[in-house]
Each structure stands twice: as C-alpha cells, then as structure tokens.
C-alpha cells in the first residue's frame, strides 16, 4: 500500500504562495498508469480538486485555480509538489494529496491570514 505525506507550512499570508509537497512511500510516482492529486477541503465545505500529476509527468488543473497553480515533481525524492500563489483567505482549507483517490495523506491544514 501507498503512503502519502503531506508537508509545509501550515500558515500562509494573503498574496504570498503556498507551498506543499507530498512524499510518497511504498511506490514510485512514476509507475505507469497512477495519478497523483491534490485536493482541498474549505472548512464547512466539501471536497474540491486541485490538480493532477499523471506518471509522465503531464499535468491538469482545475479550471477555476489554473492560473494560480502549479504542480511538478521530484522523481529522484518521490515526491510531487503544489504551488498555489496569490493566496487568500478563500484559500484556507484542510490540503490532501492522494493517488488517485485511492490511498490518501493525512493532510495538512493551512490558513491564509496576516
């Protein structure tokens, strides 16, 4: 089974980017046909999806945060990253990342506030 772990900071000012990255363990990101996301949870609000790093390395985001996401990766440490910028309180929110919505991180609360 998959682990996944998120980390970063769990504080972000208004306009600053957010910064997380997830560590997998007990796979490899770039094994053929798996998909890694991130996706984000509002507080008193449902789950919303990010955006996606397939094993290539080909990416998708979410319509409404394209332009303010990016997601890479780091094959040598196994592990994928979210850059959110232009944060704002809007953006505050449990962040999760999971393969393919299967095996989930524990995720890791961020608040956007100065």
């Known amino acids: 089974q998959v682990q996944l772990q998120e980390s970063g900071p769990g504080l972000v000012k208004p306009s600053q980017t957010l910064s997380l990255t997830c560590t997998v363990s007990?796979?490899?990101?770039?094994?053929?046909?798996?998909?890694w996301m991130w996706v984000r949870q509002p507080p008193g609000k449902g789950l919303e999806w990010i955006g996606t790093?397939?094993?290539?390395?080909?990416?998708s985001y979410s319509p409404s945060l394209k332009s303010r996401t990016s997601i890479s990766r780091d094959t040598s440490k196994n592990h994928f990253t979210l850059q959110l910028t232009s944060v704002t309180p809007e953006d505050t929110a449990v962040y999760y990342c999971?393969?393919?919505?299967?095996?989930w991180g524990q995720g890791t609360q961020v608040t956007v506030s100065s």
């Open positions: 999971t393969r393919d919505l299967g095996d």
């Open positions: 007990g796979g490899s990101i770039t094994t053929s046909w798996l998909y």
């Open positions: 790093i397939g094993f290539s390395g080909s990416t």
